[in-house]
């Protein structure tokens, strides 16, 4: 079992970066594919990017490719969503969430494979 914690959200202005962090807690931490999420008010939750467990590499929606990286560091037990070039489109609560053991993206993009999460994180990106 993993507890995830994200943190670093904030206000922003367009045009801006900000990157978020989430703190895992739990054994074998490189057992877990990890994924960030969002929702907008009034929307589904949406994929943001993915990595999978074991050394599998990296996913992101086609939508945030080359604005958005995910990073992992199984030492630190963290999980880290840079986000570049911020529109007010990303405004929205972040997730962060955790499953073991699961490599296959075309799973790791809906929120249903993942049985942890965390409490989220607002980012508002506003002039």
């Known amino acids: 079992q993993v507890q995830l914690v994200e943190f670093g959200g904030g206000l922003v202005q367009p045009g801006e970066s900000l990157t978020l962090s989430c703190a895992a807690s739990?054994?074998?931490?490189?057992?877990?594919?990890v994924g960030w999420f969002r929702q907008a008010p009034g929307k589904e939750r949406e994929f943001v990017a993915a990595?999978?467990?074991?050394?599998?590499?990296?996913s992101y929606a086609d939508s945030l490719k080359g604005r958005f990286t995910i990073r992992r560091d199984n030492v630190l037990k963290m999980v880290h969503l840079q986000m570049n070039s911020l529109k007010a489109e990303d405004s929205a609560v972040y997730y962060c969430?955790?499953?073991?053991?699961?490599?296959?993206?075309?799973?790791?993009?809906?929120?249903?494979?993942?049985?942890?999460w965390g409490q989220g994180t607002q980012v508002t990106v506003s002039s």
């Open positions: 969430a955790a499953v073991a053991f699961e490599s296959r993206f075309e799973k790791l993009s809906g929120p249903d494979a993942y049985p942890y």
């Open positions: 739990g054994r074998a931490f490189s057992n877990y594919a």
């Open positions: 990595n999978s467990c074991c050394g599998g590499g990296t």
